[in-house]
């Protein structure tokens, strides 16, 4: 896959400039490729990507495969790669300026737990009965070789997340039955950071989407749920993490939001802000429950402030802060709900700025090991299309 890749795309080292120009495109952010490939390096290759983001100032792309961070130029050459992870590790977010990675983190005793531990041929051990989240916060400055060790190479803190953890473990009384995981709460995946809702500038919050099981006989199921948190305060309390022997120093978030949306399964895959549209996209597993129009991508819109509204569908009632979706995409007369039919996006969804996105496409490679397409787009906005692929 590497040597393909160089086939059709180097750096001249003299000059700085790509030497197949037809693989590049001039953008306001300079000259970017135009697809980048990239696989898993763990010995399985079997679990797919995730999440990626790119840092288009310094030239390196960080892709999640589920139990390993990877980190690249934008050629799709391994830098550097945090392994051993026995968790799920999903969506991440850069924060450019600090160097920060933050990642959603499952470790967790339900199938994709189970199937995480059994393709990578391990128990947790130790002490790693039970159910744990996190947010990860990797140090990207010191991701500098392959294969580091998330433990003991200084390159990965966490912040415990107990909130999360009572919501998952939850029996909640749902129309007078009694129903597991309060809000059908699977854990966490989608994670982005963006200023607070109904702001444009100030000061930037970390936002992590709860995975939400598929169930479509409950009601209470409906929305994607978003916590809020002050990074500086993940940052105070995050620890060190040993597989087995998990910490619980951690905080509650600082604001509950919903988003309503229908059921989806596993709730929202990838979470993006965009500073150029204003808007987070939600990326999700297109849900089945009948009576919601089930789009694939959402927005919400980031300049206007949550309502405080009484709950759909929950019984007994409950009153939240519902964040408002964007005025843009298809429009589901029954349920009001917007958005898209875009089949891609949950493994990958990454504003650059001015309108631009790397977009995630997996796929196996010749040895049917896992592997990521980073395709540019540009968004539109558009009913049928919301973006379109640079050329």
């Not at 300079?30 to 390096?41: A, D, F, K, M, N």
């Not at 961070?69 to 590790?89: A, N, P």
């Not at 998952?168 to 607070?196: E, F």
């Not at 022997?245 to 990838?270: C, D, I, M, P």
């Amino acid at each position: 896959m590497k040597s393909l890749w160089l086939s059709l795309l180097l750096l001249l080292p003299a000059s700085g400039v790509w030497a197949d120009e037809l693989a590049t495109v001039q953008t306001p952010l300079g000259t970017l490729p135009r697809e980048i490939v990239r696989g898993s390096t763990s010995p399985s290759g079997n679990l797919h990507v995730q999440g990626v983001q790119v840092d288009v100032k310094r030239g390196y792309i960080y892709y999640s495969f589920t139990t390993e961070l990877v980190k690249t130029d934008l050629r799709g050459q391994v830098v550097g790669s945090v392994t051993g992870l026995t968790c799920h590790l999903g969506c991440i977010e850069l924060d450019t300026e600090s160097g920060k990675l933050y990642g959603s983190m499952e470790y967790k005793d339900d199938n994709i737990g189970k199937g995480v531990l059994k393709a990578l041929g391990r128990t947790q051990g130790g002490q790693g009965q039970g159910n744990y989240f996190y947010i990860g916060i990797f140090d990207t400055d010191k991701i500098t070789r392959e294969g580091m060790n998330p433990s003991t190479d200084g390159v990965l803190k966490t912040a415990y997340l107990p909130e999360v953890v009572e919501m998952y473990g939850a029996k909640v009384n749902q129309g007078g039955q009694l129903r597991d995981h309060q809000y059908g709460c699977s854990g966490i995946d989608g994670i982005s950071k963006g200023p607070q809702f109904g702001k444009t500038q100030g000061k930037r919050y970390v936002n992590v989407a709860l995975g939400i099981y598929s169930d479509l006989k409950r009601t209470d199921n409906d929305y994607q749920v978003i916590l809020q948190y002050d990074p500086a305060k993940l940052e105070q309390v995050a620890r060190p993490l040993v597989a087995g022997q998990f910490h619980k120093s951690g905080l509650k978030a600082e604001k509950r939001y919903f988003y309503y949306t229908g059921n989806t399964n596993w709730g929202v895959q990838n979470l993006d802000y965009d500073p150029y549209t204003h808007y987070w996209m939600a990326a999700v597993y297109t849900g089945r429950k009948p009576g919601f129009p089930n789009y694939s991508l959402f927005a919400i819109d980031g300049t206007r402030k949550a309502k405080r509204q009484v709950l759909r569908g929950l019984q007994p009632t409950e009153r939240g802060l519902v964040l408002q979706q964007a005025a843009a995409g298809l429009q589901d007369q029954t349920t009001g709900v917007r958005g898209w039919r875009f089949a891609d996006g949950s493994t990958g969804l990454e504003s650059l700025g001015g309108g631009y996105y790397y977009i995630s496409h997996p796929g196996r490679d010749s040895q049917g090991r896992q592997q990521c397409t980073l395709s540019l787009y540009r968004w539109t906005g558009k009913d049928d299309g919301p973006f379109e692929k640079v050329k």
